[in-house]
């Protein structure tokens, strides 16, 4: 250290040594930028946790895979700070949305690395896709189980119809009372179909012992929460059509559409809730296999929810046509008042003498004006 001193001045030169909490690789990038005449992106520059805080909004607020993918192909730089485990751990539920037809190793190893950096979402689509469409039960249904511990309600849900209908194993692998458990769990969280699942087990006394009011309570509560995510829509979509309507006639009520199902009930009239990107992936997956799972297998005929069965009969069926299954009580409630209200027909070997099901294990619904039941196969 050298001084020079004079009558109004002190001029001090100090080495980096003085100031060891400067240096590194920060200091570096600084003074290549301001003494290299070479330099002339700025982008090199700035510091790796900014970059990382940018990357961890822009997959947070993704709203498709291409949004992603268009960052990580500008440069090597971003490249590698796209994979890393605080931005994929952001990634959201659109960004992992993958196609079925795209579906490769790399979109495979992609939503490993998500669900390796603890992202909730990818665990649960890679869980669903490992656990019906690679037929890897096992890892499947791990995946959503982890995620299921981070109170994932659609992973807790999904888990509930696998105990429900001892997907994976045989019939004697169903644990109603855990499905219950599950399901009541993931209705604490808010999910609209685990709350119509949890209702209808109540009314119907399937796993849990009955309370029918508690049971209509809860429906009337599924019904309540799907309104206030429409009325939370963009000012736009609620305005692009009549969602709002009253239909003072039932029969006017009841007209098939494409209008959310439920929501009837009340007198509305809005778009159907959109289905989750995984639900997706199995629907495209099996209709591109000619849209069934296996032989003598079926999937269920609610449009949005595309699970298969894993084992023959693992669905129920209608008890009065025959010819829809469903994985749930909540699918099979959403899909009578969607389309299969208007299409069910009565089939005489469903129905015996005294027009009663003649079915093994019957199990009912109430969805409002009328019921269907539905019977195990």
Known sequence: MRTRRGPNMCIVKRSRKDFPGVGGEHMSRRKRCKLSPEVTDLFDCLPDDLLLHILCKLTSSATSPADFVNVLITCKRLNGLGHHSLVLSKASQKMLDVKAQNWSESAHRFLKQCADAGNVEACYTLGMIRFYCLQNRGSGASLMAKAAISSHAPSLYSLAVIQFNGSGGSKNDKDLRAGVALCARAAFLGHIDALRELGHCLQDGYGVKQNIAEGRRFLVQANARE???????????????????????????????????????????????????????????????????????????????????????????????????????????????????????????????????????????????????????
Not at 288 to 309: A, D, M, N, W, Y
């Open 227 to 377: 309104l206030a995510a429409v009325l939370s829509m963009t000012p736009s979509a609620l305005t692009s059509g009549g969602w709002l309507t009253w239909n003072p006639l039932p029969h006017h009520r009841h007209v098939a559409g494409i209008g959310c199902p439920l929501l009837s009930d009340f007198g509305c009239n809005v778009p159907a809730p959109e289905a989750h990107p995984a639900n997706r992936f199995l629907t495209e997956w099996y209709s591109s296999k000619g849209g069934v799972p296996g032989s003598g297998l079926r999937r269920c005929s609610h449009t949005g929810c595309g699970r298969p069965e894993t084992r023959r009969h693992e669905f129920r069926r209608c008890s009065v046509c025959g010819t829809v299954n469903y994985c749930s009580r909540a699918c099979q409630a959403l899909d009578w008042k969607m389309r299969h209200k208007a299409e069910c027909t009565p089939v005489e070997r469903w129905i015996d003498e005294d027009g009663q099901n003649d079915g093994n294990g019957e199990i009912g619904f109430d969805n409002g004006d009328d019921d269907q039941n539905m019977v195990e196969s």
